[in-house]
């Protein structure tokens, strides 16, 4: 049976990765192992066109396999295999299957399609049978095949130290073995993380290793900003990988972003709607965003089609707690232990229960025995001073979120949202709690209008390469500015898709937005947000649309128009005449419009102090980007942003120092790593400079923009031969894999090749290139400052400001 279900789930993997199919995963057949069952039933029930159904037979070391594809709504045969391999050739049958079911169904693949159909995670048989029965084994859910899973993944990578999804299944093991509470989290962390990296390394383009690091980066180090880059990587490689969509989706609820949240969370259920996970995870996503009511009726429905879906048991418990039906509670609190058995986290909820049903002497025996056990074994302290808050113990919850922290427990997560805490909410020491695991929601606590600073990080220049995007502030009372309920329902679709800054989404951000502003041409709020979007595709994607800028300076225009009061509206105006027209001076005049109407959100300051630093306005641009700081005091971008003017301002000591605050903040912010980067460059400090690059890379994975950022830094040490190198491959192959023209020049004046450099300027001048923006204050072209060619193009460039 485990090759059955070991070769279905490679199948899948397999063809998950022509993106023109959406695949039902592994989870959502197993139902339909064993027992015989009609395909075309079984297509029906899975809301798919077509259906792989086959046999194996095993007799020594030969397979028999048969395949066929069926077409669901016609009920016919469109293609049909009969296989006898060797029992070490498995991997060949994989090849053969895959290759002929894509064939059947897409007659003429791409090129790119082929090579990705094509791909194998491992060409050695024994370590793809130990994955096989790894995977078998994980699709138990069972606390013995988590066990056996774990063993099966370790003999696969002791076979081939280079299988990048065994390694991905090895953290996926980890992370849930310290969520279920099982061992004591701080080891089960560190080595999810560690093989979650080690995947990524292998195969960046692996849509379950980024997947498995985004969640080693939310559960172990709260690197918040990191863990969502991984999951959105993941998305944009697999947009039909449902664990993925899953986990962001968790993510996002954790950071109070909950419309986004459950979006991702109703995205994963329809890709795969007979994975219960899946609604759990829907559910869970109701609850923390206190819709109890759908949570309840979503729990409901689960235990209808899996009556034996003991998590579902769990979070009604939680949920029923919240609407005051705590005898409800308890029941479903046993039941899940019934099911699950004695999970210290399930004991927890039973205890909780008790306590708001009046019975505190059983919750008080269930809270002794916890403590009790702790002693000896990991016993989640974060459940446990849930219990004491239900029992009204507000210090000795705080002490036990306190050993929470220190012990890494990963539920500390969720201190931002979850109810259960509410009565900590005004206390110092939640406060303080909250603060040190980098949540960010205690960064928006310093930035009462608006929850930007994870929804709309900003296009500053140390993100040129690809910025933290913009976002409008999070209000609960929908868009301003229509009376159309249409209109603002695409609004809100658009700024779903917008925010999860990929190119795909912002395109379907844009898609929305024209259809709303269709409906009401004088929806200002959504002609803004078209605006930024359209400027985003600059970064966004490589290279740019040739009317990216154009189109966005023409919504940002309609924006103004429809509401010149609309602070938005201004700034997105302003950000174009900056970085696309360099009207230093009309964009000053938007910008501290903006400021003006909204004088206490940080983006517009930050916009504002970005086109005063191209002026040469240091002085000024670091008084207001100060200004921006100390209305978001725990925000990494306004942090970093104060580092960036710093470097143009060419003080390299304070800015090292600002970015190293700004990674107390958040200790994987990319950008920071970027400004950090460059002023070790520009100070000659060599050895650090390639040490912060080496993290660049490992966050960002080994792509055209990476090589070109070590290229830099090797020109700015003196390694000029290994910078040539590298820059001839970017330029050669520039044609297919796309850096901006600006970074090339960048490199040429690093090299002291003034030709070059000034001939890449002028192309970076047709590209619209976004770094071109600061070229008169960037000091990584110095070098050119002395030739008059240079001041030619910098009069021709720049509009009088």
């Given at each position: 049976e485990?090759?059955?279900?070991?070769?279905?789930d490679?199948?899948?993997t397999?063809?998950s990765?022509?993106?023109?199919f959406?695949?039902?995963?592994?989870s959502s057949?197993l139902?339909?192992?064993?027992a015989p069952?009609?395909?075309l039933?079984?297509?029906?029930?899975?809301?798919?066109d077509?259906?792989?159904?086959?046999?194996?037979?095993?007799?020594?070391e030969?397979?028999?396999?048969?395949?066929?594809?069926?077409?669901v709504?016609?009920?016919?045969?469109?293609?049909?295999?009969?296989f006898?391999?060797?029992?070490?050739d498995?991997?060949?049958?994989?090849d053969?299957?895959?290759?002929q079911?894509?064939?059947?169904?897409?007659?003429?693949?791409?090129g790119?399609?082929?090579?990705?159909?094509?791909?194998r995670g491992?060409?050695d048989?024994e370590?793809f049978e130990?994955?096989m029965?790894?995977r078998?084994?994980w699709?138990t859910?069972?606390?013995?095949g988590?066990?056996?899973?774990?063993?099966?993944?370790?003999?696969?990578?002791?076979?081939?130290p280079?299988?990048?999804?065994?390694?991905?299944?090895?953290?996926?093991?980890h992370?849930w073995?310290?969520?279920?509470g099982l061992?004591?989290?701080t080891e089960q962390?560190?080595?999810a993380r560690e093989a979650?990296?080690r995947?990524?390394a292998?195969?960046?383009?692996?849509?379950?290793?980024?997947?498995?690091l985004g969640?080693?980066l939310?559960t172990?180090?709260?690197?918040?900003?990191l863990a969502e880059?991984?999951?959105?990587?993941?998305?944009?490689?697999?947009?039909?990988y449902?664990q993925a969509?899953?986990?962001?989706?968790c993510q996002?609820?954790?950071?109070?972003?909950f419309?986004?949240s459950?979006?991702?969370a109703?995205?994963a259920c329809?890709?795969?709607?007979?994975?219960?996970f899946?609604?759990?995870?829907?559910t869970?996503c109701?609850?923390?965003a206190r819709?109890?009511g759908?949570a309840?009726a979503?729990?409901r429905r689960l235990?209808?089609?899996e009556?034996?879906?003991g998590?579902a048991?769990?979070?009604?418990?939680?949920?029923?707690?919240r609407?005051g039906?705590p005898?409800?509670?308890?029941?479903?609190?046993?039941k899940a232990i019934?099911l699950?058995?004695e999970?210290?986290m399930?004991t927890?909820a039973l205890?909780?229960?008790?306590?708001?049903?009046?019975?505190t002497?059983?919750?008080r025996?269930?809270?002794?025995?916890m403590n009790?056990?702790?002693?000896t074994h990991?016993?989640?302290?974060?459940?446990r001073?849930l219990v004491?808050?239900?029992l009204g113990?507000?210090?000795?919850a705080?002490?036990l979120?306190?050993q929470?922290?220190a012990t890494s427990?990963?539920?500390?997560?969720w201190?931002?949202?979850e109810?259960q805490?509410?009565?900590?909410r005004?206390?110092?020491?939640f406060?303080?709690?909250l603060?040190r695991t980098?949540?960010p929601?205690?960064s928006?606590?310093?930035d009462?209008?608006?929850?930007?600073?994870k929804a709309?990080a900003?296009a500053t220049p140390?993100?040129?390469?690809?910025?933290a995007?913009?976002s409008?502030?999070?209000?609960?009372?929908g868009p301003?500015g229509t009376?159309?309920d249409?209109?603002?329902?695409?609004?809100?679709?658009?700024r779903?898709f917008?925010?999860?800054r990929?190119?795909?989404g912002?395109r379907?951000?844009i898609?929305?937005f024209?259809?709303?502003?269709?409906?009401?041409?004088?929806?200002?709020?959504?002609?803004a947000?078209?605006?930024?979007?359209y400027?985003?595709?600059?970064?966004y994607?490589?290279p740019p649309?040739?009317d990216?800028?154009?189109?966005?300076?023409q919504?940002a225009l309609?924006?103004?128009?429809?509401?010149?009061?609309?602070?938005?509206?201004?700034?997105?105006?302003g950000?174009v005449?900056?970085y696309?027209?360099r009207?230093f001076?009309g964009a000053?005049?938007e910008?501290?419009?903006?400021?003006?109407l909204?004088?206490?959100?940080p983006?517009a300051?930050?916009w504002?102090a970005?086109?005063?630093?191209?002026m040469?306005?240091?002085d000024e641009?670091?008084?207001?980007?100060?200004?921006?700081?100390?209305?978001?005091?725990?925000?990494?971008?306004?942090?970093t942003?104060?580092?960036?003017?710093l470097?143009f301002?060419r003080?390299?000591?304070?800015?090292?120092?600002?970015?190293r605050?700004?990674?107390?903040?958040d200790?994987g912010?990319?950008?920071?790593?970027i400004?950090?980067r460059?002023?070790?460059?520009m100070?000659?400090?060599c050895?650090e400079?390639?040490?912060?690059y080496?993290?660049?890379r490992?966050?960002?994975?080994d792509?055209?923009?990476?090589?070109a950022?070590?290229?830099?830094?090797?020109?700015?040490c003196?390694?000029?031969?290994e910078?040539r190198a590298?820059l001839?491959g970017?330029?050669t192959?520039?044609g297919?894999?796309w850096?901006?023209?600006y970074e090339i020049?960048?490199?040429?004046?690093?090299?002291?090749?003034a030709d070059?450099a000034?001939n890449?300027?002028l192309e970076?001048?047709?590209?619209?290139?976004?770094?071109?923006t600061?070229?008169?204050?960037?000091?990584?072209?110095?070098?050119?400052?002395?030739?008059?060619r240079?001041?030619?193009?910098l009069k021709r460039?720049?509009?009088?400001?």
């Amino acid at each position: 049976e485990y090759l059955g279900v070991g070769l279905a789930d490679a199948l899948i993997t397999r063809l998950s990765n022509v993106h023109r199919f959406i695949v039902r995963p592994t989870s959502s057949v197993l139902r339909y192992r064993g027992a015989p069952a009609d395909p075309l039933v079984a297509g029906r029930e899975l809301g798919v066109d077509y259906v792989v159904d086959g046999t194996i037979r095993r007799a020594g070391e030969m397979l028999r396999i048969t395949a066929q594809l069926l077409s669901v709504e016609e009920g016919a045969t469109r293609w049909a295999g009969r296989f006898d391999e060797e029992y070490t050739d498995v991997l060949q049958l994989e090849d053969i299957i895959s290759e002929q079911v894509a064939g059947a169904l897409l007659p003429h693949l791409t090129g790119d399609e082929r090579r990705q159909l094509g791909r194998r995670g491992t060409d050695d048989a024994e370590a793809f049978e130990a994955y096989m029965r790894g995977r078998y084994h994980w699709y138990t859910q069972s606390a013995d095949g988590f066990a056996k899973s774990i063993s099966c993944y370790r003999k696969a990578v002791e076979r081939d130290p280079n299988y990048a999804a065994a390694y991905a299944g090895i953290a996926e093991y980890h992370c849930w073995i310290a969520v279920y509470g099982l061992a004591p989290p701080t080891e089960q962390l560190a080595a999810a993380r560690e093989a979650a990296q080690r995947s990524v390394a292998l195969d960046e383009t692996m849509a379950e290793a980024q997947t498995s690091l985004g969640l080693s980066l939310l559960t172990d180090a709260a690197q918040w900003q990191l863990a969502e880059a991984r999951f959105r990587r993941a998305i944009e490689l697999n947009p039909n990988y449902t664990q993925a969509h899953a986990h962001y989706a968790c993510q996002l609820a954790m950071e109070g972003r909950f419309d986004e949240s459950i979006a991702e969370a109703r995205r994963a259920c329809e890709l795969d709607p007979l994975n219960p996970f899946n609604f759990y995870f829907l559910t869970w996503c109701l609850y923390q965003a206190r819709r109890f009511g759908e949570a309840i009726a979503q729990a409901r429905r689960l235990l209808q089609s899996e009556p034996r879906y003991g998590s579902a048991r769990f979070i009604l418990s939680w949920t029923l707690r919240r609407t005051g039906e705590p005898i409800e509670a308890v029941a479903d609190a046993k039941k899940a232990i019934e099911l699950l058995g004695e999970i210290p986290m399930l004991t927890a909820a039973l205890a909780s229960a008790h306590a708001a049903a009046g019975q505190t002497d059983e919750a008080r025996r269930s809270l002794a025995a916890m403590n009790a056990r702790s002693r000896t074994h990991f016993v989640s302290p974060y459940h446990r001073a849930l219990v004491h808050l239900q029992l009204g113990e507000q210090e000795e919850a705080l002490n036990l979120l306190e050993q929470a922290v220190a012990t890494s427990d990963p539920w500390v997560v969720w201190f931002g949202t979850e109810t259960q805490l509410d009565p900590l909410r005004d206390h110092p020491r939640f406060n303080e709690l909250l603060h040190r695991t980098h949540n960010p929601i205690a960064s928006r606590r310093g930035d009462k209008a608006t929850a930007e600073d994870k929804a709309r990080a900003d296009a500053t220049p140390s993100g040129q390469s690809q910025p933290a995007a913009a976002s409008r502030p999070v209000d609960n009372t929908g868009p301003r500015g229509t009376d159309d309920d249409e209109a603002r329902q695409l609004y809100v679709a658009g700024r779903y898709f917008a925010t999860r800054r990929t190119a795909e989404g912002l395109r379907q951000g844009i898609e929305r937005f024209k259809r709303a502003v269709v409906r009401d041409p004088k929806f200002a709020l959504a002609h803004a947000e078209m605006a930024d979007c359209y400027s985003l595709l600059n970064w966004y994607v490589e290279p740019p649309p040739a009317d990216a800028w154009a189109n966005a300076k023409q919504s940002a225009l309609n924006a103004v128009e429809a509401d010149n009061a609309l602070a938005e509206g201004h700034a997105s105006l302003g950000l174009v005449l900056c970085y696309y027209d360099r009207d230093f001076a009309g964009a000053e005049t938007e910008l501290r419009r903006a400021v003006e109407l909204m004088p206490d959100v940080p983006v517009a300051r930050r916009w504002h102090a970005f086109n005063l630093s191209a002026m040469g306005r240091h002085d000024e641009a670091l008084s207001e980007i100060r200004r921006a700081l100390e209305v978001s005091p725990l925000s990494p971008v306004a942090a970093t942003a104060v580092a960036n003017v710093l470097f143009f301002a060419r003080r390299y000591d304070e800015a090292i120092e600002q970015c190293r605050k700004a990674l107390e903040i958040d200790p994987g912010s990319l950008s920071t790593h970027i400004v950090m980067r460059w002023c070790y460059e520009m100070k000659g400090m060599c050895d650090e400079a390639m040490s912060v690059y080496e993290e660049e890379r490992a966050f960002a994975g080994d792509t055209p923009t990476t090589r070109a950022k070590r290229a830099h830094v090797l020109a700015s040490c003196g390694r000029a031969d290994e910078a040539r190198a590298i820059l001839l491959g970017i330029v050669t192959g520039r044609g297919e894999q796309w850096v901006t023209a600006y970074e090339i020049a960048v490199i040429y004046s690093l090299l002291g090749d003034a030709d070059d450099a000034l001939n890449w300027l002028l192309e970076a001048e047709k590209e619209h290139s976004v770094g071109l923006t600061y070229a008169r204050v960037d000091p990584r072209i110095d070098k050119l400052r002395s030739d008059p060619r240079f001041d030619e193009l910098l009069k021709r460039l720049f509009t009088e400001s």
